[in-house]
């Protein structure tokens, strides 16, 4: 089975903070994303990543970064956490062709 | 602009019933669209896909139907149980790009009543 790992559950951090978030997969996938859901908004995604060290912008980049140093893993980076990145982030895989993605179990982050 | 839409927030259905629900998407490049379910505080979880050169597919008490004229697609959960009672999700991908990304709906509430 594929395994898709977050490194929290929950997270509680002050505004202006920075704020790693970890994901490792298990499957050797090529593809690892980024989405944060919030209510009547469904999945958006932030970033996204084909391979090492390559990464490209979803459709909500801004006030996030992203580290892809092994392929195993995939970080999303807060660089001044604020109150509107208060939510649920979801983080992804998928392999080759395949369309696909598996999902880790999320991180309910909230900017105090 | 949202390219993929689910119209309804919420649905109720009387277990034994069927349930039904539907999305609509925008863009006509979408090739691939999938249905996941999420419950809460957990990770969405593939349910279904189909392709866009079928109409139907089909798993156990799972269909997905596919009307690309209408760009509209929907699942049918045939009998519903109260364990399928959770939030579905669908989603829709293109070809092209250097990586399949998801584009997804905000997602159908369905509650199945006992």
Not at chain 2, 24 to 35: C, G
Request: hydrophobic letters at 30%.
């Amino acid at each position: 089975d594929v395994k898709v790992t977050q490194s929290s559950r929950y997270l509680v951090k002050r505004t202006g903070e920075k704020v790693f978030l970890e994901c490792v997969q298990d499957m050797d996938h090529e593809n690892m994303f980024w989405y944060r859901q919030d209510p009547g908004l469904g999945l958006r995604l932030i970033y996204f990543s084909y391979d090492v060290k390559m990464k490209e912008k979803g459709d909500i980049p801004e006030g996030y970064s992203v580290s892809r140093e092994k392929k195993e893993r995939f970080s999303l980076i807060l660089e001044s956490a604020s109150t509107n990145q208060t939510s649920m982030y979801l983080c992804a895989s998928s392999g080759g062709s395949n369309t696909e993605a598996f999902f880790g179990q999320g991180t309910r982050l909230t900017v105090v | 602009d949202q390219q993929v839409k689910q119209n309804s927030p919420s649905l109720s259905v009387q277990e034994g019933r069927i349930s039904i629900l539907n999305c609509d998407y925008t863009n006509s490049m979408f090739d691939y669209f999938l249905w996941y379910k999420k419950y809460p505080a957990e990770g969405p979880t593939f349910l279904i896909s189909i392709s866009s050169i079928k109409d139907k597919n089909e798993d156990g008490r799972f269909t997905v139907f596919l009307n690309k004229s209408a760009k509209h697609l929907s699942l049918h959960i045939v009998p519903s149980q109260p364990g399928d009672s959770a939030v579905y999700f669908c989603a829709a991908s293109m070809r092209g790009g250097s990586a399949r990304q998801l584009t997804f709906g905000s997602g159908t509430q369905l509650t199945v009543l006992p």
